[in-house]
């Protein structure tokens, strides 16, 4: 993990002297006076839970302002995801001008030799799928790691 602007990280400094102040405020708080008519009252009033509580909004504050300085440092990780798949889609024309007799022995046939070398010229983990088309497309055989399917489909254009 990387940041994209590391110098906002200096700003985190500030979270020591933010915890000093607050500690500070406390001593100074318990240093003053009380200005109550009777000492009772406050006893009664301080004798509700366990003293730690006092300091969670302080803390949760903390944490935020350590969160919110942490993240205008704009962390950044580059991940590499392991799925890479070549897929290769053969587009065949299977229209009645394929029927012509300029190749031998005719382009439809031509094209097949040609699908079928190309095909085996790919290595193992390539998926290949085939397309036919004349006035509409459509998907003859969908992406497949399997050789024998491709040819099979391929004779049966």
């Given at each position: 993990?990387?940041?994209?602007?590391?110098?906002?990280?200096?700003?985190?400094?500030?979270?020591?002297?933010?915890?000093?102040?607050?500690?500070?405020?406390l001593r100074?708080?318990?240093?003053?006076?009380v200005r109550?008519?009777?000492?009772?009252?406050?006893?009664?009033?301080?004798?509700?839970?366990?003293?730690?509580?006092?300091?969670?909004?302080?803390?949760?504050?903390?944490?935020?302002?350590?969160?919110?300085?942490?993240?205008?440092?704009?962390?950044?990780?580059?991940?590499?995801?392991?799925?890479?798949?070549?897929?290769?889609?053969?587009?065949?024309?299977?229209?009645?001008?394929?029927?012509?007799?300029?190749?031998?022995?005719?382009?439809?046939?031509?094209?097949?030799?040609?699908?079928?070398?190309?095909?085996?010229?790919?290595?193992?983990?390539?998926?290949?799928?085939?397309?036919e088309f004349?006035?509409?497309?459509?998907?003859?055989?969908?992406?497949?790691?399997?050789?024998?399917?491709?040819?099979?489909?391929?004779?049966?254009?």
């Amino acid at each position: 993990m990387k940041f994209l602007w590391p110098q906002m990280l200096w700003l985190a400094t500030a979270l020591p002297f933010l915890v000093a102040a607050y500690v500070l405020i406390l001593r100074y708080k318990r240093k003053a006076p009380v200005r109550y008519a009777s000492l009772s009252t406050v006893k009664e009033a301080m004798r509700g839970g366990p003293a730690i509580r006092r300091h969670i909004p302080a803390l949760l504050m903390l944490v935020a302002l350590g969160a919110m300085l942490l993240s205008a440092a704009r962390p950044a990780a580059v991940i590499t995801l392991p799925s890479h798949h070549d897929t290769v889609i053969l587009a065949i024309d299977v229209s009645g001008s394929m029927r012509a007799v300029d190749v031998e022995p005719n382009r439809l046939a031509a094209a097949q030799a040609a699908a079928k070398l190309f095909i085996a010229e790919q290595p193992a983990q390539t998926r290949i799928g085939v397309v036919e088309f004349s006035s509409a497309a459509a998907l003859v055989q969908a992406p497949t790691h399997s050789r024998d399917d491709l040819e099979r489909t391929i004779n049966a254009l």
